[in-house]
């Protein structure tokens, strides 16, 4: 998931880059930051995903229904399926 986090982050960056920045340092218990327009950073995030979406092919859709975009989330992603196949197949619950 952090693959596919950073990669989101970066389309995020792009597209509004004080917002994003403001978002990733943001702590509840800070007074240091203005308050963050949520409304226009759930617009932005939206933006950057349909833009992602867009850019980038799907990889992979994982079984709890994740998307994919990148070679390093994809590959983890297939490898945990397959543990959890695996698992189920030997009679363990997940």
């Known amino acids: 998931m952090q693959a596919e986090i950073a990669l989101a982050g970066r389309y995020r960056q792009q597209l509004c880059p004080e917002l994003h920045r403001r978002a990733e340092l943001a702590n509840a218990n800070s007074q240091m930051f203005a308050p963050i327009n949520y409304a226009a950073l759930l617009e932005c995030r939206q933006a950057a995903e349909r833009q992602l979406e867009q ?30 196949e695996l698992l189920q197949r030997q009679g363990c619950r997940p």
């Open 55 to 84: 850019e980038n092919p799907l990889l992979y859709r994982n079984r709890a229904g994740f998307t994919f975009y990148s070679a390093a989330g994809h590959a983890a992603a297939r490898l945990a399926d397959q543990q959890l």
